[in-house]
């Protein structure tokens, strides 16, 4: 903030003091200063730049990772906080790490699995078969959606927002990116007791569809991030 306001002195003091009073700052502080510089000279972001002629290949991909990401999380609110904390820990580690796409495939798999072994307890239990199992198995496909989603499709969506849009329009599409988010969240959460009264395993079975679905869309549209500039990204985008 003090470099965006020209306050030169006070950013390198808060940076060196950040970094270590022995270390070598002038490179760092150059390219900070120089992003600065280039994001002042860009016009400022209005939601409906999103909605240009070049965006809006960028725009399906958010669009779609967002109501798959809310979507999923809605559905894997059951707690087991601690399973969660860990998985959300170890997915943090690697999503700086690993390539973004196979991260999403690795998780939606997990999602799809973990439905469809839910879906199976419901049926069971619906048709009054291997009562013995029911438990086992809803706990398990419950255990396993969330760990799924909490290794990829918590938060590679975000990492994934932030790579593919210039810096000057970043902050409006990270603003419509949490819209749909809550959007589709609400949607979830509201049609979920509609879908239950009609059939508990049916719902869920849906639901694997659906991740099913979202993984086709990652492989065909969504670009790999990881270790690619804006420009590479968006001819990816724009020739998948």
Same mark, same amino acid.
């Given at each position: #903030?003090? $470099?965006? *306001?020209?306050?030169?002195?006070?950013?390198?003091?808060?940076?060196?003091?950040?970094?270590?009073?022995?270390?070598?700052?002038?490179?760092?502080?150059?390219?900070?200063?120089?992003?600065?510089e *280039?994001l002042?000279?860009?016009?400022?972001?209005?939601?409906?730049?999103?909605?240009?002629?070049?965006y809006?290949?960028?725009?399906?991909?958010?669009i779609?990772?967002?109501? &798959? &990401?809310?979507?999923? +999380?809605?559905?894997? *609110?059951?707690?087991?906080?601690? &399973?969660?904390?860990? /998985?959300? $820990?170890?997915?943090? @580690?690697?999503?700086d790490? @690993?390539?973004?796409?196979?991260? =999403?495939?690795?998780?939606?798999?997990?999602?799809? &699995?973990?439905?469809?072994?839910?879906a199976?307890?419901?049926?069971?239990?619906?048709y009054?078969?291997?009562a013995? @199992?029911? =438990?086992?198995?809803?706990?398990?496909?419950?255990?396993?959606?969330?760990?799924? !989603?909490?290794?990829?499709?918590? @938060? /590679?969506?975000?990492?994934? #927002?932030?790579?593919? !849009?210039?810096? %000057?329009?970043?902050?409006?599409?990270?603003g419509?990116?949490?819209? /749909? %988010?809550?959007?589709?969240?609400?949607?979830v +959460?509201? *049609?979920?007791?509609? =879908? #239950?009264?009609?059939?508990?395993?049916?719902? !869920?079975?849906?639901?694997?569809?659906? %991740? $099913?679905?979202? #993984?086709? !869309?990652?492989?065909?549209?969504?670009?790999?991030?990881?270790?690619?500039?804006?420009?590479?990204?968006?001819?990816?985008? %724009?020739?998948?």
């Amino acid at each position: #903030m003090q $470099a965006k *306001t020209g306050h030169e002195k006070d950013f390198k003091a808060a940076l060196q003091k950040l970094r270590g009073k022995d270390a070598d700052i002038s490179e760092e502080a150059a390219e900070i200063q120089d992003y600065i510089e *280039t994001l002042q000279r860009l016009p400022k972001a209005r939601m409906l730049d999103l909605f240009q002629r070049r965006y809006p290949s960028s725009v399906i991909v958010i669009i779609s990772l967002y109501l &798959l &990401l809310c979507f999923s +999380s809605s559905v894997g *609110t059951i707690t087991y906080t601690i &399973l969660q904390v860990i /998985v959300t $820990a170890i997915g943090a @580690a690697l999503v700086d790490r @690993a390539r973004r796409k196979p991260l =999403l495939l690795i998780s939606g798999t997990g999602l799809v &699995l973990g439905c469809i072994i839910t879906a199976l307890s419901f049926f069971l239990k619906v048709y009054d078969l291997a009562a013995d @199992a029911v =438990l086992i198995l809803v706990v398990t496909g419950i255990l396993l959606y969330i760990a799924a !989603f909490s290794a990829g499709m918590g @938060a /590679v969506p975000w990492v994934v #927002m932030s790579k593919i !849009f210039p810096i %000057n329009i970043k902050g409006v599409a990270g603003g419509f990116a949490t819209l /749909v %988010n809550w959007f589709g969240a609400w949607a979830v +959460s509201y *049609t979920f007791n509609y =879908l #239950m009264s009609w059939s508990s395993y049916g719902t !869920f079975h849906l639901y694997a569809e659906i %991740n $099913a679905a979202g #993984m086709v !869309f990652v492989i065909t549209v969504v670009p790999e991030t990881k270790g690619r500039s804006l420009e590479q990204i968006q001819a990816a985008i %724009n020739t998948e």
